[in-house]
Structure formats: structure tokens, C-alpha cells
């Protein structure tokens, strides 16, 4: 601690050590003032201020018992986020007034419990606001985990030797797909990576993902989405027509150098056209954020802030799960509570659209946390039996059977949730097409073709 003093007495020499001594007795008492106030001891957790070094500065260590240390950080680390800030952006948000990129930021930055169960709380009344206790349910069909990428967070990636290919049939996948409408869910999401079998020179490829759509489609009557990854306009065109309604393409991130990394070798820009080209032919997009994998909450900001300007349908986050055999399987993960943090936040800027609470990352265990941060839709439900696998988890709860309606439906009871019927979720399928329609109409005329439209899409203020 530094004493400030009068000038005009520091000469004499009488003043220099009576300074000096002034200066140390009062350091010395503050210090010691501090560790009492600030020694705490509730049971089994102690909470104590260590002084390490010179000035003012302080690590809080917590300690669980006598020997486990839990967790280190700085002082000013776990003090509260300004709370009548947070209590007006959150009441701003309820509103559904827009928050601005620093208010998004200021939401991502929370660390305190409390303030972050007053964001969870906020999403979910918003949440129950727009579609009350109603969650839709995902079946999952892994079709093919060939790819012809070689995304460096991803366990399918093509140069992954402990991968496990497999290319499922027709038959094969249309049988799984009845068993899960038999169940109840509301959707049928066809993934796969983009499969080098997909992108034959003949063609053949599509036609056989085009009769998938159609055959799905007739054996169930739900609505289908998929993820082949990049594919040509006019096939995009053939999925609609053929009964698709939604089109899954993920950029992970909105930081270039960050998608060059993740993703190396492929165009940002042409995946980025691929959603807004979809969205121009009538599918849905879904798009989704990776968290955990370099970014930084500035970056995430700016992926919700992309994501709104794309209008997408339903926006997703997911923690990383290292993955062995790719580059990134040494990574740290990062907090679970991340992607819950980012998903309350995006449900306070995506009030009125799908935001998924993924069983692929942390399998049932976690979903009960993820629908209480503003999630309505339960995605990843796989049927055992079938040789399927999940993505990030690719074989978590799966063969188990936890990953099924039954297990789920016990989730909802306990957090005060109800399943939609499938005329619910058909309702707001076709409330959300009405309104894309309208928006495409409402562009500016030079801004209907595609590169224009994105230029104009990524250049609007928020």
C-alpha cells in the first residue's frame, strides 16, 4: 500500500522515517484487518484471502476440507456484476426490447451464481412467454460418418483412423426413422458428414439422399432436416421439393482466422451463402456455435450478433468435447456451464425460435441444466439397437437407451415441461416460413441475389 504525504514536510529529515513507520504501521493494520474480515469458514469450504507480494494485490483460494483445493482466481473475479445494470438488461430483454453488442457481452461476462440463476430464470420466463411449457422433440439418424473434411475438432474428420464408418441403407434408416415417430418426436434430423459417396460426379449421390427425403416422408409425415454440409443450390432446391424443412449447416464460429482453424481448407464465405441460399428457397436454417474450441466471448458476441442478421430459425451451442485421433484432442475443455450461459443468452435475443438442449455432449445427465437455461427443443434422441452413433458423444447413453422418449419425457415432468404434439410443432413451422417469406419479400430489390443479400444481411446495424 502506498501512503501519500505532504511535500512540503518530506524534507526535513526528521519526517523521512516517521513517513516510513506511519506507512508501515498503517499497511501492516489494513492487511491484517483484511484476512479478518475476509477469513470465513462455512463446514467444509474456506474462503481465505492469501497475500502474495508486494502492493495490494490478492488471490482468493477456495479450499474443500483441509486438502482439496477446488479453484484460484483474483479478488476482483468474484465480485458482482453491476446489479442494476444486469436487473435493466435482463427487464430490457423480457420486454422484448433489443440489446446492443455490449449488452450481450456484459451477459457473457456474469460469474456470480446468483446473477447467473437471475439470467437462466430471465430466459426461461421468456422461454414460457413465447411457447409456454411446450418442448419439441428431435429423433437422430447418424446416416454416414464418412467425410471428406478434416475439421480438426471433429472425431469423424477424415483422416481419423479410430473413426468408426459406417453408411447406413435406405431401408435401414427409413426403419429407424418409424421407430421414432413411433415414439413421438416431432422431427427426423438426418446427419451425416459431407460424405464423399453424396458427391459423386454423376449425380447419383443426391438422387439417393432425395428418395431418402421422399421415402422418410411418406413412412412418417414429420418433418425432416439435414446436414450434408455444402451442397449446390438446385440440390438444396430438390430437398424442399422433396419434403424437407430444414437445413443444418454449421459455422462453429464467426472469427475467420478461428474458422480457418476449426475448419481448414474450407471457404467461410460459401458455407455462410449455403444457409442464406436455403433460407431463399423456403427451408429453415438451423445455425450453431461451437464453444470452447479458442474463442473469445467478444467472438461469441459476434456470432450471436451474425446469427441474428442471418434471421436463423433455430441457433445452437455446444461445448467442445476433445475428440482422440484429431488435432485438438489434448484441449482442455472448457466449463460446462458455458454453454448454458450462452444458450440463456441467446434465448433472450432469439426470444421466438428453436434453441436446442443437446443430448450429445452430456447425455440425459445434462439435460435438466440446459432447459433450465431457456432451451425448447430435445435433440440428439437416438434408438438403441440401430449401430448409430452421436457426434461429439458418439456413443454416450446411446446402446443404454437413455437417449430415448421414455427418458426424456422424466426430464420435462421434473422441470415443469410438456411435450408438444406435432401439431404444435407444424404450427410453428409454418408460422416461421410465413415470416421468412415476408422478410425476403421486405429486402431491397439488388439485394435478392445471393452474394448481394449476404453483403447486405452481414452489413445491417444491430
Not at 433489443?98 to 430466459?123: H, M
Not at 413411433?182 to 427426423?188: A, C, K, N, R, T
Not at 451442397?231 to 422433396?242: F, G, H, K, Q, V
Amino acid at each position: 500500500m502506498k501512503i501519500t504525504h505532504n511535500a512540503a514536510l518530506s524534507f526535513h529529515p526528521i519526517f523521512i522515517p516517521l513517513n516510513q513507520l506511519l506507512g508501515a504501521i498503517l499497511d501492516f493494520g489494513l492487511r491484517m484487518c483484511c484476512i479478518a474480515l475476509l477469513y470465513h469458514n462455512y463446514g467444509n469450504i474456506i474462503y481465505k484471502y492469501r497475500y502474495l507480494g508486494a502492493g495490494t494485490q490478492c488471490r482468493l483460494q477456495f479450499f474443500h476440507g483441509p486438502w482439496f483445493l477446488f479453484n484460484q482466481m483474483t479478488s476482483t473475479s468474484i465480485m458482482k456484476t453491476d446489479p442494476i445494470r444486469l436487473n435493466s438488461t435482463l427487464a430490457k430483454a423480457k420486454e422484448g426490447s433489443v440489446l446492443s453488442k455490449s449488452d450481450i457481452t456484459f451477459l457473457l461476462n456474469l460469474e456470480d451464481n446468483e446473477q447467473i440463476d437471475l439470467l437462466f430464470q430471465a430466459a426461461c420466463d421468456v422461454r414460457s412467454k413465447h411457447f409456454g411449457d411446450t418442448i419439441f422433440l428431435y429423433g437422430f439418424i447418424y446416416t454416414s460418418t464418412y467425410c471428406r473434411n478434416d475439421c480438426h475438432f471433429c472425431f469423424f474428420r477424415s483422416s481419423n483412423p479410430q473413426s468408426r464408418r459406417y453408411r447406413k441403407a435406405t431401408p435401414e434408416i427409413v426403419a429407424a426413422a418409424r421407430r421414432l415417430a413411433d415414439s413421438g418426436v416431432h422431427l427426423i434430423d438426418l446427419t451425416m458428414g459431407e460424405d464423399p459417396a453424396l458427391f459423386d460426379s454423376d449425380g447419383a449421390g443426391f438422387d439417393r439422399l432425395i428418395d431418402l427425403i421422399e421415402s422418410i416422408r411418406k413412412a412418417t409425415g414429420l418433418p425432416i432436416m439435414v446436414s450434408p454440409g455444402v451442397i449446390p443450390e438446385n440440390i438444396l432446391s430438390r430437398l424442399a421439393e422433396a419434403g424437407a424443412s430444414w437445413y443444418a449447416c454449421y459455422q462453429e464460429t464467426h472469427q475467420r482466422k478461428l474458422f480457418n482453424q476449426l475448419r481448414p481448407g474450407q471457404d467461410y464465405d460459401l458455407r455462410l451463402k449455403s444457409k442464406l441460399k436455403a433460407h431463399g428457397i423456403g427451408l429453415l436454417i438451423e445455425e450453431g456455435l461451437l464453444c470452447g474450441a479458442g474463442e473469445t466471448k467478444g467472438d461469441i458476441a459476434e456470432s450471436i450478433a451474425v446469427m441474428q442478421r442471418l434471421d436463423a430459425d433455430q441457433v445452437r451451442v455446444m461445448n467442445f468435447v476433445p475428440q482422440p485421433g484429431t488435432p485438438m484432442e489434448n484441449r482442455t475443455p472448457s466449463d460446462p456451464q458455458k454453454e448454458m450461459l450462452i444458450s440463456a443468452v441467446m434465448r433472450l435475443l432469439f426470444p421466438d425460435r428453436l434453441i436446442p438442449a443437446s443430448l450429445d455432449v452430456d447425455g440425459l445427465a445434462g439435460l435438466k441444466q440446459r432447459l433450465e437455461a431457456g432451451a425448447n427443443v430435445v435433440t440428439s434422441i437416438v434408438p438403441s439397437g440401430e449401430g448409430l452413433a452421436g457426434v461429439a458423444q458418439h456413443t454416450l447413453d446411446i446402446e443404454e437407451g437413455r437417449r430415448t422418449i421414455t427418458s426424456v419425457l422424466k426430464v420435462l415432468e421434473t422441470c415443469g415441461l410438456r411435450t408438444a404434439t406435432v401439431e404444435e410443432y407444424l404450427a410453428w413451422i409454418r408460422s416461421r416460413q410465413e415470416a421468412v417469406k415476408k422478410l425476403l419479400m421486405n429486402l431491397p430489390a439488388a439485394s435478392r441475389g445471393v452474394s448481394l443479400k449476404v453483403k447486405f444481411i452481414l452489413s445491417q446495424p444491430r
